[in-house]
């Protein structure tokens, strides 16, 4: 398993050549991406890389993405200590997906304990007017194409989650199997 700072080096490598295909493209009018869009993929391929990255799965010990953190890395030990290491955190779709629903749990934390004290925050900070695909899509590319490099270098496949959900059915299968006490075709 490659470490942090070589998913760094991989993922940072990677973003070069993506910059310099998006310039190039544009440059050759094949594609037009807007100054927002550049920067919603950019900015949240930043945060994949170095702040949301999949081994905060380990943030219940010393990991190079809870440090990022610097002193609010404790936020992801609870993280840290539901998601065994390389399992559902790893996974293609679900695993980006349990840091965002992870963190919006944390702000949300913060943002009521905040309101309590100073009742004229509102909520959402963004009208749902603000929110529109131009930007939400490339900003979602950007997260994703940041994790899946990760998995990639870790050598997890995309069928990952699917292949540990059948394993453990084939598990409780055989338990059963083994406490059952008819040996019939009735688990086959
Ligand atoms: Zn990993």
Redesign the pocket.
């Known amino acids: 398993?490659p470490s942090g700072r070589v998913h760094n080096i991989i993922n940072t490598a990677t973003y070069g050549v993506i910059a310099a295909a998006a310039v190039w493209g544009s440059q050759q009018q094949l594609i037009v991406i807007t100054p927002v869009q550049g920067l919603a993929f950019s900015a949240a391929y930043a945060a994949g890389t170095f702040l949301l990255s999949?081994?905060l799965d380990l943030a219940e010990g010393r990991v190079d993405s809870k440090r990022r953190w610097g002193w609010l890395g404790f936020v992801w030990v609870p993280y840290g200590r539901m998601f065994s290491h390389?399992g559902l955190s790893?996974t293609w779709l679900l695993g980006p997906l349990t840091r965002l629903v992870y963190l919006g749990l944390m702000l949300t934390i913060v943002w009521a304990l905040l309101s309590a004290v100073w009742p004229a925050l509102k909520w959402p900070p963004l009208g749902p007017s603000e929110f529109n695909l131009t930007w939400l899509l490339p900003l979602a590319l950007g997260y994703y194409v940041s994790q899946w490099l990760?998995l990639i270098a870790?050598g997890v496949r995309p069928d990952h989650g699917m292949r540990r959900g059948q394993q453990k059915f084939r598990q409780l299968r055989g338990k059963a199997r083994r406490l059952s006490p008819q040996k019939s075709g009735r688990w086959k």
Do not use: E, I, L
Request: zero cysteines.
């Open positions: 398993m999949p081994d390389r790893h990760h870790d």
